[in-house]
């Protein structure tokens, strides 16, 4: 049997019985309605991201397109994205390879372009100028749109470099992410650059799982058959009626603590190279339920807002404000067992470390964890706690299955549209007026 | 004339002239307490920390010690040290060399250990034996009370590592930075260590203009004189009773708001790289302000919960809460001028490209934020807005003063202690009694 990541729902909860089975009910209909989405295998609604991870189809054609692209030379994938176009692939990327001042010379490095930003830019092209032939570079380009502004200014930026040094060849290493019938699309097929879709009901920040997520992070090295194969699992779970569902039960105490007077959801990795995986939960909560309107178009200007909090660095600079101040968040401890043994001397130099000697590292940040635990309960503040056994794809890949269910599952307490982000037009058509002149 | 930080404080302010002036009235006796302050020069007080920008003694101290240990060879400095201890000196270390994956193979590169972490400590490790002489590294020790449980575990960890390697000689390259009487200074006597002192009522998260941040900006090569004077420079401005005091008019902003029920403080970057800036003022408002008691003893649970957006990267990820959801947030936009031009061809490939073509990154970006302000006054959602020429160590010293500034007449307006943080104890007396098991 595979292992799955452990939940304490309990520890942390001061609700009863009977608000958490009254919320419950509400979302039954709900889990029918995703049995028989996940039934088809077809991605006819939004909520068909849930077919992705089973989808034999789209892994077939991202391993042909990644032993057809990748060879002995590949050093640098250029990644252009934003948004839910980059953040799944960073989240796992960073996760996996460690934070960014590691040394990982032997493996292929994943060179993210999402904003636009003239030193990232000038990197970019100190790569390229570098490189002595072009089978070192892919560039992939994502955008389901195909025509978001940074992205097209970066493409643009890069594209000019890679032509002029490798001309036609050029075109062979560039790899398009985005729907069907896109401008960029068409785009492609007149320069014959290699094209995957993007189902289109599947909206950004649930598209992890696919191409936009699996083709990076397959070229990269990574093993996406267990990043799947852990969303699958976990799917399982999830659209179970059982008490055990995780992402309902998570979504149920989410929901009914924001209820109570709590607008902030403070989800806190014990793991720093966890922190771009809270990146990527940030926007899938911030887009799904942050909402002018609710589903029956009235106005309600709701919403929770999502923190990332990375102990224990930040025990050094918030938890001052969680423990004493006002008790407005809702807190997910996240944590998993350190690997890699470091360890503190038997014989210390310094006298404060008396306590410390002859421990392991993991040891002194899973003490620290249950001393911020025991804190929390003393004064009665709520949380969860979810941990599993080590940082690997097939567990990244149930965590963020898992995220995914909870929010659709929350966005349907709160009675708002999981799958749209109408708000973000409002600055977008005021940056085209100022680009008009 | 040395040029400023410019802030626009009415724009996106709908407050009138009479509640501010009312708020700026009860700062007056406060500035006249910290004008006293600043009259002696001396660390009587826990604001004193106003004075270390024009300390020429701590000058002095650190360049003489600059000097004498850094030499051609140096390549790694490990600041093994966390919250007060780290936060500011990886703010500027980010804003100026980058982000962390820019290649600066020429730059003496600052290794941070802040938590503890077997990945991190594994890569030090590596460091270390791939070093050929000791000169290569330097190792600052930073601690207030010098009994910091991670930067203990680091220490110890990294000094077995050195000690084995280069023997006595690894005790000529260890740097401690700690409190006069710590345990850690009397040990660093007994081995030779170099010591510098923080003045005692200068705490951690008001240190940066101390050795601790003015010795690892100094050794990594940045102008610590720039960045002193303009420090030095702001203090000027935000010790006037006039209503140009940026400190001040930041200050009754924020607090107005938060009485006005919006408990959540987003500064907003629009340049990535100083993410980090954004994390030192993080803890600066989360210890600052958030506190169980009042000044007078009062239980009241208050604090404002400090946020940091990036731009244009959390357009695609948060905007749509901040213009959609609840209305609970006061928002700081902070946009430098990009430097190191980046631009779009002329011909272009794309079709989307044809309003991009022939700009500059600068130009896109600044039409994004000026976007993004539009929507903002579209819904009457409040902000302020600070921007400079270039980021460099004068501006950066000024606004890291002005916000240190802004925290203390912040604290008196909510009528807490802006330099205590009681509530952190809680938690490391269970994690102590664990450790003990």
Redesign the interface.
């Given at each position: 049997m595979s292992k799955k990541i452990s939940f304490d729902f309990r520890d942390g909860n001061f609700f009863s019985q009977e608000e958490i089975t009254a919320s419950r009910e509400k979302i039954y209909s709900h889990l029918d309605e995703l049995l028989a989405v996940a039934k088809t295998g077809l991605y006819e609604k939004k909520e068909s991201f849930i077919n992705l991870p089973q989808d034999s189809r789209l892994t077939e054609t991202v391993s042909a397109l990644t032993a057809k692209k990748k060879n002995s030379h590949l050093r640098t994938i250029f990644l252009l994205g934003?948004?839910?176009s980059n953040?799944g692939t960073l989240a796992v990327y960073d996760a996996l390879r460690?934070?960014?001042?590691?040394?990982d010379e032997n493996n292929i490095r994943i060179?993210f372009l999402?904003?636009?930003?003239?030193?990232?830019?000038?990197?970019a092209e100190?790569i390229v100028k570098k490189a002595r032939e072009a089978d070192e570079i892919l560039t992939l380009v994502i955008s389901k749109s195909?025509?978001?502004?940074?992205t097209?200014?970066n493409?643009?930026?890069l594209?000019?470099l890679l032509n002029k040094k490798w001309g036609e060849k050029a075109n062979e290493r560039i790899i398009v992410i985005t729907d069907s019938g896109s401008?960029?699309e068409e785009?492609a097929r007149a320069?014959n650059w290699e094209i995957l879709n993007i189902p289109a009901p599947v909206g950004?920040r649930y598209s992890v799982f696919s191409a936009v997520g699996l083709l990076p992070l397959a070229l990269a090295g990574f093993d996406i058959s267990k990043f799947q194969s852990g969303a699958a699992v976990m799917l399982n779970d999830c659209l179970s009626k059982s008490e055990d569902n995780p992402a309902l039960m998570s979504a149920i105490l989410i929901f009914l603590h924001f209820y109570k007077g709590l607008?902030?959801n403070n989800i806190f990795f014990f793991?720093?190279?966890l922190e771009s995986l809270g990146?990527w939960y940030?926007?899938l909560m911030?887009?799904s339920?942050?909402?002018?309107?609710n589903l029956t178009g009235e106005i309600v200007?709701?919403?929770i807002?999502p923190?990332i909090s990375?102990?224990?660095?930040d025990?050094?600079?918030?938890?001052?404000?969680?423990?004493?101040?006002?008790?407005?968040?809702f807190t997910s401890f996240v944590y998993i067992h350190?690997?890699?043994?470091?360890?503190?001397?038997t014989k210390?130099?310094?006298?404060?470390?008396s306590?410390?000697?002859n421990?392991d590292?993991?040891e002194?940040?899973s003490?620290?964890l249950?001393?911020?635990k025991?804190?929390y309960r003393?004064?009665k503040l709520p949380f969860i706690s979810v941990s599993w056994p080590e940082i690997s794809e097939f567990y990244l890949g149930q965590f963020m299955q898992f995220k995914m269910l909870e929010m659709i599952f929350l966005a349907r307490l709160l009675n708002v549209n999981a799958f749209d982000?109408?708000?973000?037009e409002?600055?977008?058509?005021?940056?085209?007026?100022?680009?008009?002149g």
């Open positions: 934003i948004g839910g953040l460690g934070q960014n001042f590691f040394s060179f999402d904003t636009v930003s003239p030193l990232v830019a000038r990197e100190a195909g025509s978001t502004t940074e097209v200014a493409f643009e930026f594209y000019a401008n960029l785009k320069k950004g607008p902030i793991n720093p190279e990146k940030r926007q911030g887009e339920i942050g909402k002018e309107k200007n709701i919403g807002t923190m990375i102990g224990s660095v025990l050094h600079s918030m938890v001052q404000l969680y423990l004493g101040g006002p008790r407005d968040k350190q690997q890699g043994l470091a360890q503190v001397p210390t130099a310094l006298a404060s470390a306590l410390l000697a421990k590292f993991a002194i940040m003490a620290i249950e001393g911020v025991t804190a003393e004064r982000q109408p708000s973000v409002e600055y977008k058509k005021e940056t085209k007026k100022i680009l008009k």
